[in-house]
């Protein structure tokens, strides 16, 4: 009898074995062809324990200086990537780097994000020998362009720089911030178990889980999920949701009381340092003529007040028809995106130093 008995506890247990096993094959394999299909939203997780918030009003958050947290490493200045002193010697040519999550190197290992492959591709370039280079990344996940003009002028300014990339995005005349929201959130008292934090990070990872989410709308009494309200209350988010990214770019920069933002932006930029702007592409929307009117009117307004315009669509098109991985979703760069992006901007630069004497290559 005992012996029938185990028997029949082995083959049980091997059976739940079998479907435990099955299960999270069959989640895997769902898991990989919705992320090689593109199927279902983006995946966004913020990185909320490096944030702060802020005693500027319009700032509203920061990062917390000297901190590392998963990928990120957080200098004593508030910056990622490498440190330098805010003395500056005559031989230095010091790059200020603003902008959002792209150029801050959202979920890519530190070292990774382009501003850290154009510190490197500019320090083995070669040049005179009086020349070294400092690449400064102020860019902060979320910001707009009011927020990264105010941080140009109460902190880019005081480093003195010779030069600012502005690494633009679409959504930056956006005025809802889905960062600041989430931080307010975290700040709140809130009785959550280890064990839920530690299953709603693992789920927050999964794309299959979030076309679940998307697919199966809540009603209005059911509870959602912090993350997924905050979600459905960003309008670009929501409008991503329902496949309608590009008509919301091109109403945000058609839209007088948005596009504003931005020209007060580049304005702010213009009594600081000479500046470039580079535009990054939304990936899902690359061949989409709707945002040619945003790109152009981008363009249009760094032309008119004096700075540099590269649009990066069309090197990232061509990467893409190659076969490159560029992004990991319909704005951020893979590592791969990321060196290619440093790659084109140090030519940028290059080019730019040349056209004003700056450097000279050896001989």
Known sequence: MQKMYNKDVREYLARAGLLILSVSMALLVGEALVRILGIGPDIYRMPEKIFRLSENPTLRYEHVPNIVYENYVINKHGLRGKEFPREKSADVFRIA???????????????????????????????????SYQVLNYAVTGYNASQIAEMVTQRVAQWKPDLILYGYCLNDPQEHSIEYESLLDRLEPRSRSWLRESALRILSRSRLMQLAIV??????????????????????FHALDLGRGAEYYRELHEKPTSFRRVMNALSTMKREA???VLLFPVFHELENELLLAAHNKVKNAAERH????????????QARRYGGYVNRDSLHLSPQGHEMAGKFIQGVVLRYLEDRHFVRTRN
């Not at 902008?99 to 370039?125: M, Y």
């Not at 697919?215 to 670009?236: H, L, V």
């Not at 004096?306 to 098109?317: A, I, K, Q, R, V």
């Open 97 to 131: 780097v603003v902008g959002d999550s792209i150029s801050f190197g959202w979920n890519v290992a530190e070292g990774q994000a382009w501003p850290d492959v154009l510190q490197r591709l500019l320090d083995d370039h070669p040049k005179s020998e009086d020349t």
């Open 274 to 276: 000479p500046t470039i």
């Open 215 to 236: 697919s199966i709308r809540p009603t209005p009494q059911d509870k959602e999920d912090d993350a997924e309200k905050r979600r459905r209350n960003d309008p670009q």
């Open 306 to 317: 004096g700075m540099g315009f590269e649009d990066l669509t069309e090197y990232f098109l």
